[in-house]
């Protein structure tokens, strides 16, 4: 595979610095490392002079990833596109597993590996469904799962629910909400994944571009990037991992996380073809799900967060569309 590589980054120079010893090590040759700053902290020529084995590109924007990622991707000259995040790390061999399963699979043009998030105190990619509540819940309200199910109480409703997402496999509820509960063997298909650690084509890539309305930490990004793939969606392999390790510096809080990323949300589905089988009142159904999850939980700022959502949304104020058929950039909605 003729990979270039993408890092968008801000700020955090040390985390960067990691991520290249990673990709120096790799066994997989690279075409390039393409870093695209929007920071103050710069990296300099001996920050950089360390990984003379590698091709390093350093191109500064403004601070968007959404930018930053589509300025990357046009500079690169590889085939393929190594989208990776400045927080990610990686095994030596994780390029050359992807590589050696594009060969076998002619038809894959976005492959990633399991993405690992510190999460109760273990490394996890699979958040498993235990609780019936919640499989139902998740259910009735057209919700994200992701992970197996594996729910104790296995009575009727749960047996009939169960054979439902067997049935439909990994797929986009009538909310719009990624579902992910098949994890194949060796690999398994997804229409939406995480694509902080993923080898793209870049063809791919500039027919389905970040959308760069969206807010300069790009909430909801990866989603409509994958909408624009074609059906084969995502290939992700359960032999081959990277470590997330959510680097805290220039990340939101969660409410307002979550607020930007329904945004994101309503407006791919108004704006992407694929997404016309789900509908705006699934949507708002499910945000009554949320909000009556909050509720249970006494969380007044997420509460707050989905409420506001839910009247942007029915009163058709998203500013994201709004600010997209004027051809404004980098929108920044506040709580």
Not at 50 to 70: D, M, W
Not at 79 to 97: R, S, V
Not at 155 to 174: A, D, E, S
């Amino acid at each position: 595979m003729d990979i270039s590589v993408v890092i968008p980054t801000c700020n955090r120079k040390q985390r960067v610095l990691l991520l290249l010893q990673n990709l120096h090590q790799s066994i997989h040759p690279l075409r390039e490392v393409i870093i695209v700053d929007s920071g103050e902290d710069i990296l300099t020529p001996e920050d950089l002079a360390p990984f003379s084995g590698l091709s390093i590109h350093y191109l500064t924007a403004e601070k968007s990833v959404c930018v930053q990622r589509n300025k990357g991707i046009r500079a690169a000259s590889g085939e393929w596109i190594f989208l990776c995040d400045d927080d990610i790390e990686m095994p030596a061999d994780y390029l050359q597993k992807i590589a050696e399963h594009s060969e076998q699979h002619q038809e894959a043009g976005a492959m990633s590996g399991l993405v690992m998030q510190w999460v109760e105190e273990e490394w996890k990619a699979n958040y498993a469904i235990q609780s019936s509540l919640a499989l139902v819940w998740s259910y009735v309200f057209q919700l994200s799962l992701w992970g197996e199910i594996r729910c104790r109480n296995n009575n009727f409703l749960v047996r009939k629910i169960t054979r439902y997402y067997q049935r439909k496999g990994n797929h986009i509820t009538k909310a719009g909400w990624p579902v992910v509960t098949d994890f194949g063997k060796d690999y398994f298909n997804t229409p939406i994944y995480g694509l902080g650690a993923s080898v793209v084509k870049r063809d791919w890539l500039l027919h389905s571009p970040y959308e760069e309305v969206l807010d300069r930490h790009g909430m909801g990004d990866n989603y409509g990037v994958n909408i624009g793939f074609p059906a084969v969606g995502v290939h992700v392999l359960n032999d081959a991992f990277v470590y997330h390790h959510r680097e805290p510096e220039n990340r939101l809080k969660r409410p307002l996380q979550y607020y930007r990323r329904m945004l994101a949300l309503h407006y791919f589905m108004k704006t992407r073809q694929r997404l016309k089988m789900s509908s705006k009142s699934w949507l708002l159904w499910s945000l009554i799900g949320n909000i009556l999850t909050f509720i249970r939980m006494r969380d007044k700022h997420m509460v707050r967060a989905a409420l506001k959502t839910f009247w942007l949304i029915t009163w058709e104020k998203n500013p994201y569309y709004r600010a997209a058929k004027t051809n404004q950039k980098i929108v920044e909605p506040s709580l």
